[in-house]
């Protein structure tokens, strides 16, 4: 079975800081990773996904995430945070589909806050 | 179209009412599903219909009822709710398994903002 563990609820950088939300994953299988973003009242947006193409994977936003397989993780990052990117940040994984659907089981969620 | 859409957006419904959510996507995705997301918190799946018919029921309590009327439409037929079941209520859709591993991302609805008094 899968599971995602997200380190840190809460992160808290300035506008044009470095963003880093931490996501490791565990998999019995060569694993579909995601990362979504929500925002107040809104439903999840996805912002970039892993499908085994390559390992740094560049989503909206100007958000990228790498897939290291040896450390199990799947990072987000963004080189210079905006107020607008203050919300939740999901990370996924799904196993290959049950039913003729992908399940993915997400981490707990972390508030990205983004500072003046 | 890359839109899936839901309504109504809020509801506030008592405990005896009987109420329908309602979710559509245009983009011919074959499997959909229903969330229940409470305040800082990941989305819990509740149902999920592939191809129209209902392929996993995460132990939902029978006062959920969901439907699939035809592979746009998928709705969520709510009965003597209870307090506890007031949340955010997200409809998503996705390819399905026939798409290929690098068509399985969901794409949400904005939700429903449930409130059981």
């Known amino acids: 079975a899968q599971s995602v563990t997200q380190l840190g609820s809460h992160v808290s950088v300035s506008e044009g800081a470095l963003v880093l939300l931490r996501c490791n994953y565990s998999?019995?299988?060569?694993?579909?990773l995601f990362w979504y973003v929500q925002y107040p009242n809104q439903g999840l947006q996805l912002l970039l996904k892993?499908?085994?193409?390559?390992?740094l994977v560049k989503g909206i936003n100007g958000f990228e995430a790498e897939f290291k397989k040896s450390e199990t993780s799947f990072h987000l990052t963004k080189p210079s945070a905006h107020m607008s990117d203050a919300a939740e940040y999901f990370c996924?994984?799904?196993?290959?589909?049950?039913?003729?659907?992908?399940?993915?089981?997400f981490g707990r969620g972390t508030s990205l806050i983004v500072h003046p | 179209d890359t839109e899936v859409t839901q309504t109504p957006k809020h509801l506030v419904m008592g405990m005896t009412n009987k109420k329908s959510l309602k979710c559509e996507q245009h983009?011919?995705?074959?499997?959909m599903y229903w969330y229940k997301q409470k305040a800082k918190k990941p989305p819990e799946l509740m149902f999920v219909?592939?191809?129209?018919?209902?392929?996993i029921n995460e132990s939902v309590p029978s006062r959920f009822s969901p439907e699939c009327p035809n592979s746009s439409l998928l709705n969520l037929h709510l009965h003597a709710l209870q307090p506890e079941d007031s949340a955010l209520y997200l409809c998503?859709?996705?390819?399905?398994?026939?798409?290929?591993?690098?068509?399985?991302?969901?794409?949400f609805g904005p939700g429903t903002r449930l409130t059981v008094l």
């Open positions: 998999s019995s299988v060569p694993p579909y």
């Open positions: 998503a859709s996705s390819q399905g398994a026939s798409g290929g591993r690098s068509y399985n991302e969901q794409f």
């Open positions: 996924a994984v799904s196993d290959p589909p049950a039913g003729g659907s992908y399940i993915p089981t």
């Open positions: 892993y499908t085994s193409a390559a390992t």
């Open positions: 983009m011919g995705h074959r499997a």
């Open positions: 219909y592939s191809y129209e018919k209902l392929s």
